[in-house]
């Protein structure tokens, strides 16, 4: 999983890349710095899937499911 801030719409910053992930990493990550946003600006989320099955995997929160989330705590400055 990737999170991007993309400013402008041309530079992407990785703000967070996880290339093999755990299950049993239910982790909250923050920032020493924090990250600026500018109008115009948005943050990007990507997973990978890398199933070992032929079957359809859904999204859900089951141990057998796929899920991709991302919760951001974001605030206004002035």
Do not use: H
């Not at 710095?33 to 990507?46: I, K």
């Amino acid at each position: 999983g990737r999170i991007e801030l993309v400013k402008g719409g041309v530079d992407y910053q990785t703000m967070l890349n996880v290339v093999q992930w755990d299950f049993n990493w239910q982790l909250e990550y923050t920032f020493n710095e924090p990250a600026m946003m500018e109008s115009g600006d948005w943050l990007q989320v990507t997973c990978n899937y890398a199933k070992e099955t032929d079957v359809e995997v859904l999204w859900g929160d089951d141990t057998e499911d796929e899920m991709c989330n991302a919760i951001l705590l974001v605030s206004e400055t002035d």
